[in-house]
């Protein structure tokens, strides 16, 4: 197939707040026409799905299932679950991800961990299912304005965590952890739960910072993103992009520990247990006293950089054969 055309869609109401699934939807299409492919996102500067050879779906949200059935009925579908359990889900959770599961051509997960995370819960045909590492840009690596973000808020140290405020981030836990710090701890990002969201901002001291956006791959972002003396994530899921472009931009990570850290970092990352403040307030303290460094093999710079890392997604959504696990 020469040019392959690909339409990506997700459920309706995504696009109302940005967090991080959007942003990859964002990047994935970009990053695919790097690669050669006509993509479009779904909306009114879309052509009429006869046009397209592949659709690609981002997300199993249920009130995204009435587009995929009118999808599936008439092109090939490649689906891109983008979840993680937390918990076992609900007999109508499972049902919902079993016929999105059902429906689809191929199913893509972005690592080991998520594949083994949704199997353990719902069947689906292992024949459907294949991992395509996902990636984060260059850009995170390529030095800016050292000063240019802490002029901008007023800072000197500061601890960094960016993405969507939400309860199953957990960033009201990492708050009650650190509140004694004298180091700020700076969120960026936007807010879907406003009394989760309000929550934080009561509990958090005067100090901290909440900010609400910054664009991705501006100046500004990376300038946050490379002088942050540590970058954070508390998160009861896997923490995702924005712990890969904190690792390129050289800073020291804390994450939650678990499949999806370790198959991406390695050792190379401190871990913590996301649900014990004792355990957040003594890595975020050990890595600013410089207790606990880490020594880089550039891992995720071998693995996760776009657009070389769609490649694999690639083959997928031109119909080539691809590797399976």
Known sequence: MSDPRILITTY??????????????????????????????????????????????????????????????AKRTVLVPNVWWIERPSDHDRDNAEEFFRLADQIVFKSTAELDNVRQYVAFPEAKAIICPWGVDRCYAE???????????????YILWLGIIE?????????????????PLVFVGDYRDRRYYEACRRSA??????????????????????????????????????????????????????????????????????RSEASISRAVMDVLDGKSARPRTGRINLRNLLPQSLEPLGRVLAGAPVMRR
């Open 205 to 274: 001291p005067a100090h901290f910072k909440f900010i609400p956006h910054i664009q991705p791959k501006s100046e500004m972002l990376r300038s946050a993103l490379q002088n942050c003396d540590v970058y954070l994530e508390a998160s009861l899921e896997p923490a995702g992009m924005s712990a890969m472009e904190a690792y390129i931009a050289g800073r020291p990570l804390v994450i939650s520990e678990g499949s999806w850290t370790t198959e991406h970092f390695g050792d190379e990352v401190t871990v913590i247990d996301p």
């Open 12 to 73: 309706p109401d995504a696009f109302l707040y940005r967090g991080g699934g959007e942003l990859e939807i964002m990047e994935l299409a970009n990053n695919l026409r790097l690669l050669g492919f006509r993509v479009d996102l779904y909306g009114p500067n879309s052509q009429p799905l006869s046009f397209y050879d592949t659709v690609l779906h981002f997300s199993i949200v249920q009130s995204g299932m009435d587009l995929f059935r009118k999808l599936k009925s």
């Open 143 to 157: 030095p800016v304005d050292r000063e240019l973000f802490k002029k901008q808020h007023d800072l000197d140290r």
């Open 167 to 183: 309860e199953r981030k957990n960033q009201l836990t990492a708050i009650h952890a650190l509140r004694d710090s004298e180091i």
